[in-house]
């Protein structure tokens, strides 16, 4: 029994740290660190999360983010921004917070477009490929979570790269690593077991700057 048990310990562990290891090998090379090496591209992808942590403090992922995706309209990496983030009550609005940030550091309004559905890097981009019609973009956010984000992307047949949002060091904590970890594995799952859907599609909305595509 005690072998049986820690036979399946081994082998649950060789899953979680192979799905890991697989994901990060396969999505590697399409992740940019530093701002100049970012790929230009029509449109960038900023994954929301809230601006505040529990404790009431700033969100270091939130505001790292917003100020490089502001960096990249200003640099002419990207020209159109789309927002999205869970907006599941009154309350909370993630798009709405970000589209504040950004205006407040010089985006252009008309260059900014709010999706309120993305309740999850999955749905943010199933939406940002059946909704807004996007075939390529840059995805801008935390170094630990692009992986993941690119990995589902080109699973869904999108052409995309990674720009890293820049933070101050130790800022993704153990349990925000811990939680990514157990994400990857769980997001080979939706896509290969499971068959996820998002949560909410609805009709096309094609981004105003890209021509419209047709079939």
């Known amino acids: 029994m005690l072998m049986s048990l820690g036979a399946l310990l081994l082998l649950a562990t060789l899953l979680f740290v192979g799905a890991n290891l697989w994901i990060l090998g396969r999505t590697s090379a399409y992740i ?25 403090m700033r969100n270091p992922h939130f505001h790292a983010r ?72 840059v995805l801008i956010t935390q170094d630990w979570h692009l992986p993941r984000a690119i990995f589902i992307a080109q699973a869904l047949g999108m052409e995309v790269t990674g720009c890293v949002a820049e ?25 290969y077991i499971w068959g996820r859907e998002p949560y909410f599609l609805g009709p096309p909305e094609p981004i105003q700057t890209l021509p419209e595509r047709t079939n």
């Open 167 to 191: 933070e101050r060091d130790g800022a993704g904590g153990w349990h925000v690593l811990m939680r990514e970890w157990a994400a990857r594995v769980a997001t080979l799952g939706d896509l």
């Open 66 to 137: 917003m100020r490089t995706a502001a960096r990249l309209v200003d640099h002419q990496k990207v020209q159109h921004l789309l927002l999205s983030g869970d907006n599941r009550t009154q309350a909370y609005n993630e798009p709405r917070a970000m589209w504040r940030d950004l205006t407040r550091r010089g985006v252009a309004p008309e260059q900014l477009t709010m999706d309120f559905a993305g309740f999850s890097t999955y749905d943010t981009l199933a939406r940002a490929r059946d909704v807004f019609q996007l075939d390529q973009a």
């Open 32 to 56: 940019h660190e530093q701002l100049p090496q970012c790929v230009p591209t029509e449109v960038g992808i900023v994954f929301g999360t809230s601006n505040w942590t529990r404790s009431g």
